[in-house]
């Protein structure tokens, strides 16, 4: 009896955490037509967060919200609705974003963005596959833009122009955004990147236009934590404008070279490719490429380090709201599901910020109709 009430509490408590339009979002969308009963907006999504939020398959889903008397659905029923509420479930997620960035206090002086991407995959050899592009804001650790993709073809890999860049962002990524294109976008927008640096995707020139002789610079380091920086520029095709920058390295540890070297080996054992003699080399040292110029050679290498928290937020999608594996087989409810999954996120985050000044007695106290005198109180 206690599980009843303490639901039917934190229900309309979940719903004021909502966009405030998510309604009229059901209506625009589109989400409730055809239904010629359980037109309600509210029963309609407790009945898909049965599915998104409590991992419930389609069967018992339908099962749960017909002992609720939410819905006689078959499963085939919540699959359809399923499939009918994406654009619902992108409209909520990305109201979600935008009331999130108005409320927020104003950024530090030293705010990022963490970017990164992940491979959602159903199950099985010849599953779908999506890519999810994701950015964290630095420290707030809220998102701020995702999107959408397909795993292959023209225009799906990993790079920075899935994301917008406005004047003043910073964004710091991984190896896989270290080529020009990627670079010359954000800073054709006023903006600054710091990624690791893909020795095999740049060709580097030095201030004067000369090839970089990296190898040659690199054989120099010698020691244990040992830490240079170079000036240098990314070119791009033939009449391109480069990219300027500089080259923070560090030489890693003995340790740690060997277990970055025994990597590259199973690698390239696992993918059958023969292993160069370069590879190897630059398995010795972290190479962090940056156009800010503000910080030092050690704090550019710190900064790269706090993209790791990226890498957290998607292994929480993935072990607590479950994005690792996609269960549906077409498109459509693909990406159904995955907005569902994204909204369940960010409505987790939303709920954690609204934790953290929760009042003492477990809610908020709804204002008076009518002001009353101070001296009736």
Known sequence: MLESNVMDEDWPLLLSLLPKRWREMARETEALKGLRKDKDEAIYLR???????????????????REG?????????????????KRWLHAL???LLEEQAAAASPLPLQAFRLVDAT??????????????????????????????????????????????????????????????????YVTERGAKVTVRFNPKAIRLLDPKGQLFPLAAKLRRLKQTN???CWALQVTGAAGQAPVAGRLCVVRKS????????AKVRRTASRNGTVLQEETLFHAQFVMVFTTAAEFAPAAVLELYRLRWQIELAFKRFKQLAQLG????????????????????ALLAERLIQHAESFSPWGYDVAPASKPKPLAGV
């Open 47 to 65: 009945t898909l967060l049965l599915h998104l939020a409590c991992g419930y398959s389609l069967r018992e889903t339908a099962v749960r919200a």
């Open 69 to 85: 008397h939410l819905a006689e659905l078959s499963d085939v029923g919540v699959l359809k609705r399923l499939r009918k509420s």
């Open 93 to 95: 997620c990305c109201g």
């Open 119 to 184: 491979i959602v995959q159903e199950p099985g050899p010849t599953g779908s596959a999506w890519r999810l592009h994701y950015s964290l804001h630095w420290p707030q650790l809220t998102c701020d833009h995702f999107a959408l993709s397909p795993q292959s073809g023209l225009g799906t890999g990993e790079s920075l122009k899935h994301f917008p860049v406005a004047v003043g962002d910073h964004l710091v990524a991984d190896r896989a955004y270290s080529h020009y294109p990627s670079l010359a």
């Open 226 to 228: 040992e830490v240079a």
């Open 254 to 261: 003995q340790a740690a070279i060997a277990r970055a070297q």
């Open 325 to 344: 594996h996609l269960p549906k087989e077409d498109p459509e409810s693909s990406q159904a599901w995955l907005y569902g999954k994204l909204f369940v």
